[in-house]
């Protein structure tokens, strides 16, 4: 019988040199130096157009972009990076939704911390709200002073394209997507996924941030903005339609979320 051969570690045949604080310097200074040499236009933020349903952005301390990516520009029809230079989200969204966006800023620049894996509605291509995972981080200055903050959206669609480990999870969210009217269990969206009850809720907070029922909520409430604005329906048959038990559940869901009543929103989004 052959004998199984033990596992021996790759190694350097030549150790690295030490870091010493001078060499540590001169590294530094010659990364430093070849990214001064780069066109900002090319810059690493180009990566992120390559990612499906991503939208990604960098801004400063005074809230004005500095950089986006081309789908931020195509989102709001703006052809040349150039001309996103100097806006702020009061000059790209509705009021109250870029004073959430603002709030959001505020509280990165009192702690420091970044915000990962938050849902938030904004704008689909077509000006339609929908729900984004959005991760902002601080930019600091070489003196550790935060003076900006970047980070990008992704849509359901995008995110479900780059989480490919979590197919079966796909599969639970289209069919929670397709009939969100419905009083949906999580035992019935774990049958649909082919997991148990405890991995459905598990891979759901992995990918969202959120659980299933809580999934469950903003797409109902992202189906009554698109009926909202698009219908002149009442409050009362659109909570119905969407799933909610009442117009009562459907106003407490909406405040709550959005921070605003859906008459509100309507009345917004007539006047934009």
Not at 115 to 142: C, T, Y
Not at 146 to 170: A, C, D
Not at 230 to 256: P, Y
Request: proline letters at 5%; hydrophobic letters at 40%.
């Amino acid at each position: 019988m052959r004998k199984a051969t033990s596992f021996v570690p790759i190694v350097w045949r030549k150790p690295p040199p030490r870091l010493t604080f001078a060499r540590r310097k001169a590294l530094l200074e010659k990364r430093d130096s070849w990214l001064r040499s780069i066109d900002p236009a090319y810059l690493f933020h180009r990566l992120f157009d390559l990612l499906p349903g991503t939208y990604f952005f960098a801004k400063n301390r005074r809230g004005e972009m500095m950089f986006t990516g081309q789908a931020n520009r195509e989102l709001y029809h703006i052809p040349e990076e150039a001309g996103m230079i100097g806006l702020t989200d009061f000059d790209l969204n509705p009021l109250d939704m870029a004073q959430a966006y603002v709030r959001d800023d505020e509280r990165i620049y009192a702690t420091g911390k970044a915000l990962l894996n938050h849902v938030e509605l904004s704008f689909d291509r077509q000006g339609m709200p929908d729900w984004f995972v959005v991760n902002k981080l601080p930019i600091r200055a070489r003196t550790g002073e935060i003076i900006g903050i970047m980070g990008f959206l992704q849509t359901y669609e995008g995110r479900v394209k780059l989480l490919q480990p979590f197919q079966g999870i796909s599969k639970a969210v289209s069919h929670l997507r397709q009939n969100y009217e419905q009083d949906l269990s999580i035992s019935e969206l774990a049958r649909v996924a082919g997991l148990s009850e405890r991995q459905l809720q598990r891979k759901f907070k992995a990918s969202f941030g959120i659980g299933p029922q809580q999934f469950l909520i903003k797409t109902r409430l992202s189906v009554a903005c698109r009926d909202l604005v698009e219908t002149d329906r009442g409050l009362a048959q659109i909570a119905f339609a969407c799933g909610f038990t009442d117009q009562s559940a459907f106003t407490r869901h909406f405040r709550r979320h959005l921070g605003l009543t859906p008459s509100e929103f309507r009345r917004k989004r007539a006047a934009v």
